[in-house]
């Protein structure tokens, strides 16, 4: 019995490596997790949740992106990865209305999206 369910261990992990998406699936690929240029950002993306699986990835340490590189990271995390990848980037961050840009006003620090939309900034 032992050696029939190792084997079927074996079979679903080979089949898991090879899967296709499905196309309600808009979780990031587990070779490929989303790199964020701030905090906002992975709590953004942490709050959308995958219609068949829920969590869409896994938290890593956020690293200190400088802020005149930020603005570079967008197109290259766009055009340096998989399908799926950019399908569950832009579920969280559509194209038209990202990457926002930081402003300071009265009530504080924000990112203003495309649309004029504010979130609160937090680095």
Known sequence: MHRILKRIERIEQAMKAQ???????????????????????REIAAR???????ERFKPRLQVYVSGWLRPKQW????TQHSEQYRKAGFATFP???????????DEGLFLIL????????TD
């Open 19 to 41: 899967s296709i998406f499905s196309p309600d699936c808009i979780c990031f690929p587990e070779n490929e997790q989303p790199f964020f240029v701030v905090s906002t950002e």
């Open 48 to 54: 959308v949740k995958c219609p068949l699986h829920g």
């Open 75 to 78: 197109p290259a995390l766009w």
């Open 95 to 105: 194209p038209d209305l990202w990457p926002g840009k930081c402003k300071r006003t």
């Open 114 to 121: 495309k649309d004029g939309s504010r979130i609160p900034w």
